[in-house]
């Protein structure tokens, strides 16, 4: 099994996210089955169908986020220092082409939202700039064609 490295604060969100789908969600999709059982015949009841692929979805994320949450390797990202991109770090880019800056935070597979900052290791940018050091440029591959980034901080707070 392998692990599934996370920071602090997405470990929480996870727990956070199991926590209300197992104690909110699931009572509000019992309910919601019952109430359309009520309703009489279920091979041609929508609700009681909607509600049964709900739950089929709910069970499903919750069984997803147990396992994650059982393989996951927390690491406190204020114990890391440098100017190396690793794990953890935010790092400010400007686009080589357009001066327009940027920040993300270098994380795990399973938190990165790109809207909220947040890059996954594994994605193109990602790779590209692990091991990267303040100063260097970066080549990353996108659908659009290629774009180049220059680091200029990387920060562990």
């Known amino acids: 099994m392998e692990k599934v490295p996370m920071t602090p604060q997405g ?3 996870l727990e956070e996210e199991l926590k209300h789908r197992k104690s909110v969600e699931r009572l509000e999709i019992i309910k ?3 109430d359309a059982r009520e309703h009489g015949d279920l091979s041609e009841n929508a609700e009681y169908h909607a509600a049964r692929e709900r739950q089929s979805f709910c069970e499903g994320r919750i069984a997803e986020l147990e ?3 059982s393989r996951s390797e927390v690491i406190d990202i204020k114990s890391l220092a440098g100017d190396v991109v690793k794990f953890g770090a935010k790092v400010q880019l400007v686009d080589e082409d357009t001066d ?3 920040t993300y935070q270098v994380v795990g597979p399973i938190e ?3 809207n909220a900052g947040r890059i996954s290791t594994t994605s193109p940018i990602g790779r590209a700039l692990i091991g990267k050091s303040v100063g260097d440029s970066v ?3 996108v659908p ?3 774009k180049s980034y220059e ?3 990387v920060d562990f707070s």
């Open 112 to 114: 990165a939202d790109i």
């Open 67 to 69: 396992d994650v949450l």
């Open 11 to 13: 470990h929480q969100r």
């Open 151 to 153: 680091i200029l901080k």
């Open 139 to 141: 080549e990353v591959t």
């Open 32 to 34: 919601a089955i019952a």
């Open 144 to 146: 659009g064609g290629t």
């Open 100 to 102: 327009e800056e940027t």
